[in-house]
Every structure is written in C-alpha cells, then in structure tokens.
C-alpha cells in the first residue's frame, strides 16, 4: 500500500455532460496533476452525475467509504464538483475523511467553509436566474416540451421496430469493437480504465465522439454478451495506465 493513497471523485450535473466528456476530462486532469506533484497513488476514481445541491450521492458515499478502509485521501479538481451546500461541506469535514480541492491544496477549513458559502450563494442565483429566463420566455410565447407533435402519432408497430433496428446496430458495433475491450479487460483495466485508454488512443465512439465513458463501456460489454472488467482500479498506476495503449492495435 502506498504511504500516499489517494481517492478521485468527479461530479457532472447532466448525463448529458458526462456522455459528451465536457467537463470531466479537465477535471481528471487536474486530479491526475495533483496526484502526480504529490507522489501520491491513486487506488479508484469515481463519477457522479449529480446536481451540487442534491446531498444524495451514492458514488459520493462509496468513494468516501473506499477512503475510510484505505485510510486514503479523497480528492476532487474543484470544491464545487464536491458541493454546493455549506452543510454538507460541513458534514464532510467532521466525517473523519480527509479531503483535498485540487485547484487549491492549502485550503484550510475556514477558507473552505467561505467557498462553500459562496457556491450555496452562486447556485441560487442560477437557479433564479433560468426561472426568469423560462418566464421571460413564456411571456413572449414560446412553447416548451417536444416541438414536433408527430412524433406522438407513430404506431406502436413502428416504434417497436425503430427500437429493435437501434439496438441491433448497436449491438453490432459493440461486437467491432469487442476483442479490443476485452483485451484491456484481460490485461487488468477497469471500465473507467479502458474508457481511459480508449480516449487517448484517439479511436472515435461508435457516435463519432473523442471522448470515452464509463457508461460506453459498460453498455458495449452488456450488448455484446460479455462480462464486464472490475468495478474499481487494481494495483496499476496512473503512469502505467497512460503508457499501456502503446503496446495495442488500434482499430481501423
């Protein structure tokens, strides 16, 4: 065990953020940066797709979990990825976890309890200022919901075949992409590992996308028919992950 282990955790507030990678990728790279300067060794990484105001965070609770049986350090790229709620900061930093801002390592827990004030604060006000915009909106007549009203007119005959083409295309680009995803998994990456390696390899999503997910992953193993990589990182390091891409074929 490493005298510095260290837990990642990300937060992005829309699934749509995270199937995009905006957001997530500069947040695991600051994380990978401090984690780097500080010798530390980072034992698993956990996403969230959460609201920072929603206190109910089941990958927030397991990585806080992981820390306390490793004795490891949790680690975020912003306070505001963690929370936006001075009570839940507060509630952090007496559950006995160590925790650390990426973006600003000497943070102590006076001046952390001002920045979480002021993100409570910033999170209301864009709270209140998309409810102006909404009725802003709806004051000059616009019309929210689903704009092409067609669309509800389809047989069910029809959407149940749309539905079944769909998953079959996907499930035949899953199985393209399978003895690559099952070479990593063999060699030992986790599902956030081979989303990893996946990205920096430059090998496009099946949408034509850069960025790799966990949720691609997991998704392509399930319609493929394969068992999925482990849950969480084994001993490999984050230098030994970033270098292990060089050594496989890249798809044509």
């Not at 965070?57 to 505001?80: M, N, S, T």
């Not at 409570?120 to 004051?139: G, H, M, P, V």
Request: hydrophobic share 40%; net charge positive; proline share 4%.
């Amino acid at each position: 065990m490493s005298r510095n282990p260290m837990v990642a955790y990300y937060r992005v507030s829309t699934r749509q953020q995270k199937r995009s990678g905006l957001g997530l990728l500069a947040q695991k790279d600051t994380v990978d940066r401090y984690v780097r300067t500080s010798q530390g060794a980072l034992l698993a990484e956990f996403t969230e797709v959460e609201s920072g105001r929603d206190n109910t965070r089941p990958q927030l609770q397991e990585a806080l979990r992981f820390c306390r049986v490793y004795g490891a350090r949790l680690v975020i790229a912003r306070l505001d990825r963690l929370a936006r709620s001075v009570s839940m900061i507060s509630a952090l930093l007496k559950s006995g976890v160590d925790f650390v801002a990426a973006d600003m390592p000497l943070a102590n827990r006076f001046s952390i309890h001002i920045l979480a004030a002021v993100a409570e604060y910033e999170s209301q006000l864009i709270s209140e200022r998309t409810r102006a915009a909404f009725a802003a909106a709806k004051a000059r007549g616009r019309k929210f919901g689903c704009p092409d009203p067609r669309m509800h007119k389809f047989s069910p005959a029809a959407l149940t075949a749309r539905v079944r083409a769909i998953r079959e295309q996907a499930k035949a680009r899953a199985l393209d992409f399978l003895p690559l995803l099952c070479e990593l998994r063999d060699r030992g990456e986790t599902v956030h590992g081979i989303a990893l390696q996946l990205t920096a390899m430059h090998i496009d999503t099946p949408r034509r996308g850069k960025a790799w997910t966990d949720l691609m992953i997991s998704r392509m193993f399930e319609r493929a028919g394969e068992r999925k990589p482990r849950p969480w990182a084994s001993r490999r390091t984050v230098e030994q992950r970033r270098t292990l891409h060089r050594d496989l074929p890249v798809l044509a």
